[in-house]
């Protein structure tokens, strides 16, 4: 089944690690795209890419950072800088020049 | 600056009580109009894309309407299986811009 896959879906960490959460589909989506949500909020744009080995910053950047190598891979690394990581991020992609996103199950960060 | 206001917050309704959600928005010219549910812990699953004024899309107990300054989401004899929190989100022209997203309705159908 085609379909978008994040991994994991619940990770807890200490407060000035790193960590990177994954993003992998078989779509054959050209853009993908992050996005955080914090509860009562709607989705805020992180980070999206239309092309491999391109990518551009969205709304809330800061403390973030995404690699594209490859068209089915889009992982985001939170970092240290980030200054309050807990939150449900969401991972998603869609044809090029088309507007429709579609959704991972999402990954649920902790930090302790 | 593209901006979407979702209204109510919450609603709660009795199972086969009929209603309507809300999406305001504004946006430097449509490119379209976006309609997702999503469960708790759960990512947003799509319903529909609205392009221009008039144009209705329905899905089972569903109905999306588009005018210029706001949609509509219809939902027909609800069931308690449609409890969910309802999505909006727009595309402007201006540039290659990403989509702009509500803070969404949570709805709770009372069986």
């Known amino acids: 089944d085609g379909g978008i896959t994040q991994s994991p879906k619940y990770l807890f960490r200490k407060e000035g690690q790193n960590v990177t959460l994954s993003c992998e589909q078989n779509?054959?989506?050209?853009?993908m795209y992050w996005y955080r949500q914090d509860p009562g909020q709607g989705l805020r744009l992180i980070y999206y890419s239309q092309i491999v080995n391109d990518f551009q910053k969205g709304d809330i950047a800061e403390g973030y950072s995404v690699s594209r190598e490859k068209k089915e891979s889009f992982p985001l690394t939170v970092t240290s800088a980030q200054k309050n990581p807990t939150a449900f991020y969401l991972c998603a992609s869609s044809r090029r020049g088309e507007s429709e996103q579609f959704f991972g199950p999402g990954t649920r960060l902790t930090v302790l | 600056e593209d901006q979407v206001t979702q209204s109510p917050e919450a609603l709660r309704l009795q199972e086969g009580e009929s209603s309507s959600l809300n999406c305001s928005y504004t946006?430097?010219?449509?490119?379209?109009l976006f309609w997702y549910r999503q469960d708790p812990g759960k990512g947003p699953e799509f319903l529909f894309t609205l392009y221009s004024a008039g144009e209705e899309k329905e899905k089972e107990r569903l109905k999306a309407t588009l005018t210029k300054k706001e949609s509509f989401l219809h939902i027909t004899a609800p069931k308690p299986e449609d409890s969910a929190t309802y999505l909006c989100?727009?595309?402007?022209?201006?540039?290659?811009?990403?989509?702009?997203f509500g803070k969404g309705t949570r709805l709770s159908v009372i069986a």
């Open positions: 946006v430097s010219g449509l490119r379209g």
């Open positions: 779509l054959n989506h050209d853009a």
């Open positions: 989100a727009v595309q402007g022209y201006s540039g290659n811009t990403p989509l702009v």
